[in-house]
């Protein structure tokens, strides 16, 4: 059984990375339509601003946050201007093609310029260190993460459903043309969806960071899939489903492992793509209902 | 009677045109431009038979990757040389597969169908999954395959990969299969079936409507992909010389797909123009990527240079010309209308 507990528990680092993604993928995907398969690269630049001023630039670690945030907000703003904005309404393949062209263009070309080594990213010291309750360890990082997750995730649902703001979006998400007769300026609200969607991306990253200990250019890869699935499965612009649904696959993926002989761990990916399919056949809608949508 | 003749005759100098050019650029090609030209056949072959399933059906598939996974594995253990078989110790195959070296013919064929079926697999999610979801569930068929291949080290030695394949691939094997695909293609979109995929394409209630059985033309069309497909990666893998289970992810499969958009999806001629554009593209700036020194400048080493071009090309085009350069249209329309009539 403690075994059993201790696993879950090591998942939660892990499912806060995941849900926080999926909490700012749903809302792009509610909103506009779009998979933004990009968003894996705007959690890893988040990241690497993280490591770029921390750990080569040796600064205090709240400049860290603030350069991983600017550069996640830039990065995922300039990625909506040139590949999605020009193409928005011809469907939604399309928008997924642009969205895995910018993917690639990104990462191969931070892989060119950083290359895909393991960088030590440094994190504060407050922050290390253990709990012993009987037989279970638990890392004071992963309470840290839980608890900035589980906050934001608060306050993104409740945006979502009270401000009026919230009301916009998920306004826009029914009918972006009705809305915008109602006075509705569609155009600012879907930036500040993608300003809010690639803050979550910076935190994320930064959470990576502090969980691993190492950022590399080609981390976005498995996130960004984890995540959009936890979405799928969440339901379609449903932000607490989003979160629930991040940690129901890290907590699986992390038992699947668990109880698997050693030889098969590689198998991970599999688990999710497996929940994945299993929810879009027995129940489309996702397991949550749609928030947004 | 007399129209007759003119149809065979017409035939002859075809394939009697088919058989100089090759023989002549089999001996004119060398190195470099022998392979690119090679490449280049392959490109076509994939990207004509991923046409069918993305520009006909209308289903958006990036999980080809997985088939040609499976054609090419099942290939490589036929094809492999005993010797270099035995010597693996991990690999655990039943001892008649380490026992035998066939030839490319059989070995094209095996894979194909091996290939056929797993493609056969993929029509499940297209009962169910539309649109964009069908996309996304492709993509995990694909890392579904990928991961499977790595993990699994008794059958396909894991990422370690194969190596030591006899180098079958030829201009004659390339580009008489590419030729024949090209023809049967453009048969096929004339054809009651050909047009009962485009019509599942542009709508497919309305296609059931008027009595296609959309399961079977399903299978149909998924079946015929996979099966140029495999075919495809199998000359390919012996072409490379070498089979690692990543050899076809999503970068590879990326490539397909930027083919058929460039060229515009549905259209056969298309195809080939967009294996061209990217043949030409990728393999002429390879040599970009090791860096080298301009002018007394020293341009340094640029790994996935072609990778990210090929992106922002894709990105162009979809911004600029979404149809792709030849819609839906073909070449070859005028050509061909007269032999169906």
Known sequence: MSYFIQQVLNALGWGSVIALLAAGYTMTFGIIGLVNFAYGEVFMIGAFAAYFAVTVFNLPFWVGILASLIGAIVIGLAIERIAFKPVRGSGMITLFITSLGASIIVKNLSIMLFDDSLKNFKVPNFYSGVYLLGDIIVFKKSILIFLITITLGIMLVYLVKNTKLGIAMRGISYDSKISETLGVNTERIIIITFIIASFLGGIAGILWGMLFGSVKASMGAIPVVDAFIASVIGGVGNVFGAIVSGYILAIGSSLFIAYLPSELVGLKPLFVWVVFFIILIFKPSGLFRANIK | ?341
């Open chain 2, 1 to 341: 009677m007399k129209f007759e003749k003119k149809i065979i005759g017409k035939y002859i100098l075809v394939i009697g045109l088919f058989f100089l050019t090759f023989y002549l650029l089999e001996k004119i090609l060398s190195g470099f431009w022998l392979t690119l030209f090679l490449l280049f056949g392959i490109n076509v072959i994939l990207a004509i038979s991923l046409n069918i399933i993305n520009g006909w059906i209308g289903f958006f598939s990036i999980g080809h990757g997985g088939i040609m996974l499976v054609g090419a594995y099942v290939a490589a253990f036929l094809t492999l040389p005993t010797s270099f078989k035995k010597g693996i110790i991990n690999l655990h195959l039943p001892a008649f597969i380490l026992n035998i070296q066939i030839p490319l013919l059989p070995a094209l064929l095996i894979g194909g169908i091996f290939g056929t079926i797993t493609g056969i697999i993929l029509v499940l999610p297209a009962i169910r999954l539309r649109g964009f979801y069908f996309c996304a569930g492709t993509l995990g068929f694909n890392i579904i395959m990928t991961t499977l291949a790595e993990n699994l080290p008794n059958i396909t030695n894991g990422a370690m990969g194969l190596r030591g394949f006899p180098a079958y691939t030829n201009i004659w094997w390339v580009w008489g299969i590419a030729i024949f695909l090209i023809y049967i293609t453009l048969m096929l979109k004339k054809s009651y079936i050909g047009r009962a995929f485009i019509s599942i394409g542009k709508d497919q209630c309305l296609a059931e409507h008027m009595g296609i059985n959309l399961l079977k033309y399903k299978i149909y069309a998924f079946g015929i992909s996979a099966f140029f497909t495999s075919i495809g990666a199998i000359l390919w893998v012996h072409l490379i010389l070498n089979l690692f289970p990543a050899a076809f992810s999503l970068t590879f499969v990326f490539t397909v797909v930027t083919m058929i958009v460039i060229g515009g999806m549905g259209s056969v001629s298309g195809s080939i123009i967009g294996a061209a554009i990217v043949t030409l593209f990728t393999d002429t700036l390879a040599p970009l990527e090791e860096g080298f020194s301009f002018l007394g400048f020293q341009v340094p080493q640029a790994l996935g240079l072609t990778t990210i071009l090929l992106g922002i090309l894709l990105i162009v085009v979809l911004i600029k010309k979404p149809e792709g350069i030849m819609g839906e249209r073909e070449i070859f329309h005028k050509l061909f209308k007269e032999k169906i009539n």
